[in-house]
C-alpha cells in the first residue's frame, strides 16, 4: 500500500493523524493534501509551528488571551485552536511542544474545550487534529520527554513519509498534485519527464520538487514540460539508462521509439497522435526535429 494510499484512508475519515518524517520531506504538504479531501476541505486549515513558540507563547497562540492576561496583551485574541472550528488544526513538530502545554493539549483533545489564557469562560471547537514529527515520540514517551498520554492520543493513525530518494512510487502522485494545485493536469507529462522525475534523488526533498516544477511550467510557456524545461535535474548515477548500460535504452531512444509508434499506431495522422500525446502539433513536430538532431 502506498503512502498517498494511506493518506486517503485518513483524508476518508476523522481520526487523529500522526505522520512521522524529517525535516523537509513534506509534512506540511501531506497533512494539506488529506484536509483538502477530506469532509472539512471548505473549512480553515490551521497550522502551527511547535518549535517556533514556547511555553505561554505557544499556549496564547493556541488558545488565544483576554486582554490584560499579560503585558503585551492589549486587546482579546481568538487563539488557532478557535480559528480552526469545524475544520483542521495542523500541529507541526508537535514533539517540540512544552510538557505544560502537552498538559493543556490533552484536556483540549479529550473535551474539546479550552479557556483562552486569562479568561474563566470555557470555549469549544470542533476540529480534525492532524501533527507532524521528525522525531521519535514512542521513545521519547518511554523516556518520559513526552507525555505518554497524549502520544497515545495522537498516535491514532501514523503515516511514515520516507525521503523522496527512497520514496519513488509516491512521486507519480506528488507530481500530480502539484500540478492539480497550479491548475494544470498531470496526465499528459511526457514519460521522459516522469522518468526523470522519479530517478532523480531529490536531496531537497519535497520543496525542492514544487520549486523545480514551478520553474518548469514557467519555462514551459504554455506547452507541455520536456526534458528541457528540467534544467539541473538528472538522475542519480547507476539509476538512470544510459546508451551504454549493458543494452538499457536511454531516455532519449525511449521517447524517440514512444512518439514514432504512437504515430504507426495512427497511420502517420499527425493530428491524432497530437491528441493522444496531449501535446500540439507544432509541439510533436519539434520534438520529433530534436530527437533527430
Known amino acids: ?23 523537509g520531506v513534506g509534512k506540511g504538504v501531506l497533512a494539506r493534501w488529506i484536509h483538502e479531501r477530506s469532509d472539512r476541505s471548505g473549512k480553515p486549515f490551521v497550522e502551527v509551528n511547535c518549535s517556533s513558540l514556547r511555553g505561554d507563547l505557544l499556549s496564547s497562540e493556541l488558545f488565544g488571551h483576554a486582554k490584560g492576561s499579560f503585558t503585551s496583551a492589549v486587546s482579546d485574541r481568538e487563539g488557532l485552536v478557535e480559528v480552526a472550528d469545524r475544520g483542521t488544526l ?73 525521503p523522496l530518494a527512497r520514496g519513488a512510487s509516491d512521486i507519480p502522485g506528488l507530481v500530480a498534485y502539484f500540478f492539480e494545485d497550479m491548475g494544470l493536469e498531470a496526465g499528459s507529462l511526457d514519460p521522459s519527464v516522469m522518468q ?13 520538487m514544487k520549486n523545480v516544477l514551478e520553474r518548469a511550467v514557467l519555462l514551459a510557456r504554455g506547452e507541455p514540460l520536456l526534458l528541457e524545461h528540467l534544467p539541473g535535474i538528472s538522475p542519480a548515477p547507476g539509476t538512470a539508462p544510459t546508451a551504454s548500460s549493458g543494452g538499457v535504452k536511454s ?26 500525446l496531449g501535446v500540439s502539433r507544432a ?10 538532431d
Open 196 to 208: 526523470v522525475l522519479t530517478s532523480y534523488p531529490w536531496p531537497g526533498n519535497i520543496r525542492e
Open 1 to 23: 500500500v502506498s503512502l498517498l494510499e494511506y493518506a486517503q484512508l485518513a483524508a476518508d475519515n476523522d481520526s487523529t493523524v500522526l505522520i512521522y518524517g524529517e525535516t
Open 90 to 162: 495542523f500541529l507541526d513538530e508537535i514533539g517540540d511542544m512544552d510538557m505544560a502545554v502537552q498538559a493543556q493539549f490533552l484536556k483540549v483533545i479529550e473535551e474539546k474545550s479550552y479557556r483562552r489564557v486569562g479568561e474563566t469562560n470555557v470555549r469549544h471547537s470542533n476540529f480534525r487534529l492532524i501533527c507532524a514529527t521528525n522525531r521519535d515520540l514512542q521513545k521519547e514517551a518511554e523516556e518520559g520527554v513526552f507525555r505518554k498520554d497524549l502520544f497515545f492520543r495522537i498516535n491514532v493513525l501514523p503515516l511514515f513519509i520516507s
Open 251 to 276: 531516455l532519449h531512444d525511449v521517447e524517440e521509439e514512444y512518439i514514432a509508434s504512437v504515430i504507426k499506431q495512427c497511420g502517420g495522422d499527425m493530428h491524432r497522435a497530437s491528441d493522444l
Open 283 to 292: 509541439t510533436l513536430y519539434r520534438k520529433m526535429k530534436r530527437l533527430k
